[in-house]
């Protein structure tokens, strides 16, 4: 998810320019609601309100070797407190709800496949306003999982935020459930945390 943030001249709401890219299963899945559910798929994109002359762009759609990129902009209100300006990276793109319910579990937890998921975010600093505060970074790197979230200042005029997390197996032991539930946590706390932007 490749993520490219500006603000609107009133201040109001950010326009973003958006790019998924995916492989193998995740691309077959784009490829079939591209396909077969142009409608859901716009709605889950760019939700209940867009436009008619809203459109979202297909690369590869049947170079099924390649993987399947689709491209569209995406206009959402702005979080403002007072002074200051909040924005989340990732937008409505990452997960806000643990998929591990249970207190403890006595079968394995099957993801099919090993999965990986890359955020990039590229936010523009609003004029007149300075970054007050941006999520830490932090690293996970076991057998597990791997979780990579790291932020940076780019000439003084822009946010880059960079998450990874990717599920190092395809399949997790009962033994290690509470442990997997705790990661997922994490990720919905870090990958949801927000940049905030302060008036000058």
Do not use: W
């Not at 958006?18 to 559910?37: G, H, M, P, Q, V």
């Amino acid at each position: 998810y490749d993520f490219n943030m500006h603000l609107t001249n009133n201040k109001d709401s950010v326009t973003q320019r958006c790019k998924i890219i995916t492989t193998r299963y995740e691309a077959l899945d784009y490829r079939n609601r591209y396909t077969f559910s142009y409608k859901k798929l716009k709605e889950n994109l760019l939700g209940n309100n867009a436009s008619s002359t809203d459109t979202i762009k297909a690369i590869d759609l049947y170079r099924i070797e390649n993987p399947f990129e689709i491209d569209f902009n995406y206009k959402t209100s702005l979080e403002k407190i007072e002074d200051k300006i909040v924005v989340a990276p990732f937008s409505d793109y990452i997960i806000t709800e643990n998929p591990l319910k249970q207190s403890y579990r006595n079968y394995p937890v099957d993801f099919t496949y090993k999965k990986a998921y890359k955020y990039q975010s590229t936010i523009e600093i609003p004029k007149g306003y300075k970054l007050l505060s941006k999520p830490e970074n932090l690293i996970i790197n076991n057998k597990m999982i791997r979780i990579i979230y790291v932020t940076d200042i780019l000439d003084d005029d822009s946010v880059k935020v960079i998450g990874t997390y990717e599920f190092m197996k395809d399949e997790y032991a009962p033994i290690e459930y509470l442990e997997l539930k705790n990661y997922f946590s994490k990720i919905i706390d870090k990958f949801n945390e927000k940049v905030v932007f302060v008036k000058i």
